[in-house]
């Protein structure tokens, strides 16, 4: 068996979005991989037929299938082969043939709905503001850009100001120009159809304030004459649903603040609302973002997903709060369907990238399997231990052997996120070249209940996850005899980076670190982050200058000694790049051995969603660097 090498990565295909169909008793999904030689992904819609499974289009950027009620046709995405080439909503017959393109939008559609009765196609498109239409791109890119609001541009959907998502109806049967369904400065999207097709609920910030403001508004706009109007206090809402008898249902939570625990909600006659899951007290998700309502109610329950334990799985909720497991174990549901007492769902599990699964009450059958053949992929071992009497999740994948193997800690970002049962590349690759991979989830993590999350709020912010991940290592190289506790490396990405720093300028055992795309100074965050204000904020950090600078890794940046490697993307703007840039200079001034990596034209999520060409040469960075220093 050959070793997970990062050039495997273009061998890594994933299917997601089960979409089945009304009556024949076929399912639409979509598979995702990369080509290496054009440096992109592809991207295309298979179907399965019962018996088969077989491309469906032909890509290479087809997604977000969704068939008419009727069952006749397939509305979906397709991004052209060009480069930036921007999504359009493109239809196809279900016995096959070519594809029509209907739209032309300039900043391209990022979601389609078709209506109950199958009458109109609902997509979220974007437009130019006033004064940015029409331009060549060289004109455009010298434009002055006049800033009144924040934010004013964000993670991976790069500048705001300029531009406005709102929602469009399409009649897919007279291909006539779409109609402006929702008008205004300001962004509107997570659009679901009333039971009745008469109007739209959707969210958006429409607060003077913007993101400065915690929350975001949910709307209801009329079908016929586009009239709008609140359907529920501003809150922290993620996605919205509709009963079918015709309730407004709100996945989130009403107070806006994180880190919070997001459930399903219901809007009362007298406006009121019902908290139908708070008794969970874990998180309620939507599959890859879809509404629930695409999911259907069914019997007076929608499918979902629930967080818990490194874990993901795929529930039922009732109308009366009660939940019901319907597909669970050590793995990460990933998206769910049902239709005619079938379940449909992908899932991710530590030796398995993707699989696509049905059930009808008589066990699983997978319909697509994705494997890495002749790989060596590594089990994921999971333990607890305790740090101040609190129950740690501990994770800790080995190369094969009897070692002394040198050991990476890994933190997570987030920080409410969690590591679990799915399949993560990463720790199969670090495993493959030879080191034994350590990870936990420190309080503060997701999947353990509003408590634990927010442990780090306030006084506990870079102390008790301190003491966490340092806990688990601790506890790894005990259980482990074949770790070496002589060669440490440490690593982080985002919060995770935050960590690695902050950890290496109070803790010398480590020979090497990773920081990466992180958070280092809190004060110039604040004002350059695309969530600044919120996140600290959220965080309850103090707003006293000398107590801030305290609370930020560049205020021990004088005492690090571990060798670090600094990777960065230049256009981060959840952690912009001057982060990394004053931590460079700080340790280079100071005569730590250093070195920053900086990938052009890449977002935050670089490591998850970059140019495969940038994921692999990432991936080989992060493996010399640490090589060099531990072996």
């Known amino acids: 068996m050959s070793q997970v090498l990062p050039r495997h990565l273009y061998e890594l295909e994933v299917p997601s979005d089960p979409r089945p169909h009304p009556t024949n008793g076929s399912v639409a999904f979509v598979l995702s991989g990369m080509e290496e030689g054009e440096d992109r992904y592809h991207r295309r819609i298979w179907l399965h037929d019962g018996r088969s499974a077989r491309a469906f289009t032909a890509g290479p950027g087809d997604t977000c299938p969704r068939w008419s009620p009727d069952g006749r046709w397939l509305a979906f995405l397709r991004a052209g082969k060009e480069k930036d080439s921007k ?65 004013y541009r964000f993670e991976s959907r790069g500048w705001l100001h300029d531009r406005r998502r709102h929602l469009w ?11 402006c369904l929702t008008q205004g400065e300001w962004d509107d999207f997570g659009p679901t159809w009333s039971p009745d097709g008469r109007k739209v609920a959707f969210l958006s910030d429409r ?33 919205l649903t509709y009963h079918p008898d015709g309730r407004l249902c709100l996945i989130g939570e009403p107070s806006g603040r994180y880190p919070a625990i997001s459930g399903l909600w219901r809007r009362e006659s007298d406006g009121g609302l019902t908290d139908l899951t708070g008794h969970l007290d874990r998180s309620l ?35 009366d709060g009660t939940v019901d497991e319907l597909v669970g174990g050590d793995r990460l549901i990933t998206s769910l369907a049902a239709r005619d007492g079938h379940l449909y769902y992908t899932a991710s599990s530590p030796n398995g990238p993707g699989v696509l699964l049905t059930d009808d009450g008589h066990g699983e059958v997978a319909l697509w399997e994705g494997a890495f053949e002749g790989l060596d992929l590594r089990p994921v071992e999971h333990w607890r ?27 997570h970002g ?21 080191f034994g991979v350590i990870a936990c989830n420190p309080r503060g993590s997701a999947g353990r209940g509003i408590e634990f999350a927010r442990a780090v709020t306030g006084e506990g912010w870079g102390k008790v996850d301190l003491a966490d991940i340092i806990g688990a290592l601790e506890s790894a190289l005990e259980r482990y005899p074949q770790l070496d506790r002589a ?45 600044g204000p919120e996140f600290n904020e959220s965080y ?76 692999v040469e990432r991936f080989e960075a992060i493996i010399d660097w640490h090589l060099s220093h531990l072996t």
């Not at 017959?93 to 109109?120: C, I, K, N, Q």
């Not at 929350?215 to 004459?225: H, L, R, S």
């Not at 990773?514 to 100074?521: P, T």
């Open 169 to 179: 109806l399409i009649d897919p049967a007279r291909r006539e120009e779409a109609r």
């Open 540 to 615: 309850a950090l103090t707003e006293d200058h000398d107590e801030l600078w305290a609370l930020s890794p560049m205020s021990v940046a004088r005492q690090i000694e571990t060798p670090t490697l600094i990777l960065h993307s230049e256009n981060d703007f959840r952690c912009p790049i001057e982060q990394a840039e004053q931590l460079f200079v700080a340790l280079l001034a100071k005569g730590v051995e250093v070195e920053f990596l900086r990938f052009p034209g890449e977002s935050h999520e670089l490591s998850r969603s970059g140019k495969p060409k940038h994921r």
């Open 385 to 411: 231990t305790a740090v101040d009497g609190v129950e740690i999740d501990c994770f800790a994948v080995l190369p094969a052997g009897e070692g002394p193997f040198p050991v990476l800690l890994n933190i």
């Open 207 to 239: 607060s003077p304030r913007g993101g400065l403001e915690r929350g975001v508004d949910a709307w209801e706009v009329e079908i016929e004459d586009g009239a709008v109007s609140r359907a529920a206090a501003r809150g922290g809402w993620a996605s």
């Open 487 to 531: 060669r440490l490396g440490i690593m982080g990405g985002s919060y995770g980076g935050f960590l690695t720093a902050w950890t290496i300028g109070h803790d010398h055992r480590f020979a090497s670190a990773v920081v990466e795309r992180a958070l280092l100074s809190f004060e110039s965050f604040h004002g350059t982050s695309d969530i």
């Open 87 to 151: 999504p359009q909503l493109a239809l196809m017959a279900v016995d096959g043939g070519e594809a029509e393109v209907l739209t032309s939008f300039d900043l391209g559609v990022e979601y389609v709905a078709w209506s109950p009765d199958g009458r109109w196609l609902l997509v979220v498109a974007g437009e130019w503001a006033e004064g940015w239409g029409g331009l060549a791109d060289d004109d455009r890119a010298r434009k002055v850009r006049r800033i009144t609001r924040y934010p």
């Open 285 to 319: 998700l939507t599959s890859a973002g879809v509404p629930p309502n695409e999911t259907g109610w069914q019997d007076g329950r929608t499918l979902m997903l629930l967080e818990t334990d490194g874990r993901l799985r795929g529930v039922a909720v009732g109308e």
């Open 414 to 434: 987030g920080p409410m996120t969690q590591y679990g049962f799915g399949f993560f590349d990463e720790f199969q690759v670090y495993a493959g070249a030879g």
